[in-house]
C-alpha cells in the first residue's frame, strides 16, 4: 500500500459549484406563542439538510483519465452529494452572519489494465457567510449571501495493488440564494442555490 499526504500543488476541486440544496429545515431557538408573532430575519436559526452538488474539478479528472480506458473517462462536471448544518445569527433587520459547515463527498469508477478503479473524493467546507435580507414577508424570507472559508478535503485511489490517497486544503468563496417558507411557528423549509470556487492545492 502506497499513501502520500499534503501534495503541494494539487488543485482539489476548483470551480465547485453546488445547485439545489434543498433541504430541510430551519428550526428557531425561541418560542413565542402564535402564528408567526416574530419576523423570521430577527431569529436566530439552525438549518440543516442534503443536496445534490455538480462540480468541475479539471485536476482531478486528469487524475481519473491518466489511469482508467478511453471509453471510461468521466465528463468534466460530476455529480455528487453535500451535507450541511449552519447556525443564522441576525445582525440587524437586513443584515445576519451565517455559520456553515458542509460535506461534500463524489466518486468515480472506471477499468484499468489493472482491474476496475475506484476514486473518492472527499471535502470538508466550513464557511462564514454574511446574508442581506431581499424579502421577509412572514410566512417566507428570501436572503442572498456571501462568505468565505478555509476548506480541506481528499482524493482516494484503488486501483490494482495502488492505494493512494492525497490531501489538500485552501480557501474558498460562496455565493447563495436562500429562501425559507414556514411549516409553522418555529419549523420552516430551507431551500437555496449556492455556487462555489474553491482553491485548494
Given at each position: ?148 472559508g478555509f476548506h480541506f ?49
Amino acid at each position: 500500500m502506497r499513501t502520500r499526504a499534503q501534495v503541494p500543488g494539487l488543485a482539489f476541486v476548483v470551480g465547485l459549484a453546488t445547485l439545489g440544496q434543498t433541504v430541510c429545515a430551519q428550526t428557531t431557538l425561541q418560542s413565542p406563542p402564535g402564528a408567526l408573532t416574530q419576523p423570521v430575519s430577527s431569529r436566530i436559526g439552525i438549518n440543516g439538510g442534503m443536496g445534490v452538488g455538480y462540480v468541475n474539478p479539471p485536476d482531478i479528472v486528469d487524475v481519473v483519465n491518466s489511469v482508467v480506458m478511453f471509453s471510461d473517462r468521466p465528463p468534466q462536471f460530476t455529480a455528487g452529494v453535500e451535507f450541511f448544518g449552519g447556525v443564522v445569527v441576525p445582525v440587524s433587520s437586513s443584515l445576519a452572519l451565517k455559520v456553515e459547515y458542509a460535506y461534500f463527498l463524489m466518486s468515480y469508477g472506471g477499468a484499468t489494465p489493472y482491474g476496475p478503479a475506484d476514486f473518492t473524493v472527499k471535502v470538508h467546507l466550513p464557511t462564514l457567510v454574511a446574508q442581506y435580507v431581499l424579502m421577509d414577508a412572514g410566512l417566507y424570507t428570501l436572503k442572498a449571501g456571501a462568505g468565505v472559508g478555509f476548506h480541506f478535503g481528499s482524493l482516494s485511489e484503488e486501483y490494482g495493488t495502488v492505494i493512494d490517497r492525497f490531501t489538500a486544503s485552501g480557501p474558498g468563496v460562496l455565493l447563495e440564494l436562500e429562501a425559507n417558507t414556514a411549516f409553522s411557528e418555529n419549523l420552516f423549509a430551507y431551500l437555496g442555490g449556492s455556487i462555489r470556487w474553491d482553491f485548494i492545492g
